[in-house]
C-alpha cells in the first residue's frame, strides 16, 4: 500500500557541495524538506518510487529503470564529493512495466547513474533509510491522461506486491517567473504556478488533468507530468495535501507539497 507522497523540487542549488551561499536562499525549501524527510521515515516504506522528469525527457515512452545498483553523484554539477548507491527493486519494476504495456508504450532502461531529478529528493529524504529499495521512473512526452493511467496501474501493483510503498514526484514549476530567469520571462507564469497550488490545495485533480495546455507551455515546467503520475496513483485514496513550502529565488518555482496519506 501507498504510505507516503509527496511532490519535490529539483534544483542544483540544493545539493549543498553544488549550491554553497546559495543555499540560504533555499532556506525554507530545505525545512520542508526536512519535514518531508520525518514524515517519509515514519511512515516505514519498504519501497521508493522516484518519479523524475529528467531520466528520458521528451521520450514518447515511459521508463522504468533495470539496473540492480543505482548510483548517485552531481559530478556533472562539479560536486565530486556527495556518493550514494541504491538497491534497485527490479522485481516490482518489471511488475509494473508488465501491467501497463496494454495501454501505453513503456521500456524498461539500464542506467547505472541516477539523474539529479531523482537524485536531488534521494539525497534529502533518504538520509535515514540508506538500505531501503528504489524504484526509478521517468514520464513522456504523451497525454496527460496516460500518467493519471499509470499512476493507478502503479498503485495496483503496489497493493499486489504488499508492500509498504512511498511514492516521490519529482519536478519543477515554472521556469519562467522572473525577467532574469535563465528560460526567458512569461507573463504566464505566475498564473501557472498560483494555479496548480490552488487546484492541488483543493483537491481538484480533475482541474489539473485539464489544465489550460497553452498555460503549460508558457510557464516552461517540468514538474506537470510527474505529479501527474503520483495523483494517478492516490486520486482514489484519502489523503489530506499540504503546501510546505514554495519559492522561486531564482526564477523557478520550488513547491513542497506533502499527501498525508490517511
Ligand atoms: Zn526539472
Same mark, same amino acid.
Given at each position: 500500500m501507498i504510505t507516503f507522497a509527496s511532490f519535490v523540487p529539483h534544483s542544483p542549488i540544493l545539493i549543498p557541495e553544488v549550491g554553497k551561499e546559495n543555499l540560504a536562499k533555499l532556506k525554507e525549501t530545505i525545512e520542508a524538506y526536512k519535514d518531508l524527510e520525518h514524515a517519509l521515515y515514519s511512515s516505514k516504506p519498504d519501497l521508493v518510487i522516484v518519479i523524475s522528469p =529528467?531520466?528520458?525527457?521528451?521520450?514518447?515512452f515511459f521508463t522504468i529503470n533495470q539496473q540492480p545498483k543505482l548510483k548517485l553523484n552531481f559530478k556533472n554539477f562539479g560536486d565530486l564529493v556527495t556518493k550514494l548507491e541504491f538497491d534497485n527493486d527490479i522485481g516490482l519494476g518489471y511488475q509494473i512495466k508488465e501491467s501497463c504495456e496494454d495501454y501505453f508504450p513503456i521500456m524498461l532502461t539500464s542506467n547505472k547513474e541516477l539523474d539529479y531529478g531523482t537524485g536531488v529528493p534521494l539525497l534529502y529524504l533518504m538520509e535515514h533509510l540508506p538500505n531501503t529499495k528504489i524504484i526509478s521512473i521517468g514520464y513522456a512526452d504523451l497525454p496527460y491522461q496516460d500518467h493519471i493511467k499509470f499512476g493507478e496501474l502503479i498503485r495496483k501493483q503496489i497493493n499486489l506486491a504488499d508492500k509498504r510503498v512511498a511514492i516521490i514526484a519529482s519536478g519543477d514549476l515554472s =521556469?519562467?517567473?522572473?525577467?532574469?530567469?535563465p528560460a526567458g520571462y512569461s507573463d504566464r507564469a505566475q498564473e501557472f504556478d498560483q494555479t496548480i497550488i490552488k487546484l492541488l490545495n483543493n483537491n481538484q485533480i480533475d482541474d489539473i488533468i485539464n489544465i489550460d495546455k497553452k498555460l503549460v507551455s508558457e510557464a516552461g515546467e517540468c514538474g506537470l507530468r510527474s505529479l501527474l503520475i503520483l495523483l494517478g496513483a492516490i486520486k482514489e485514496m484519502n489523503y489530506q495535501p499540504e503546501k510546505l513550502s514554495y519559492q522561486a529565488p531564482f526564477g523557478i518555482g520550488y513547491l513542497v507539497e506533502n499527501f498525508e496519506i490517511k
Open positions: =529528467h531520466t528520458n525527457k521528451g521520450a514518447e =521556469h519562467k517567473l522572473h525577467k532574469d530567469s
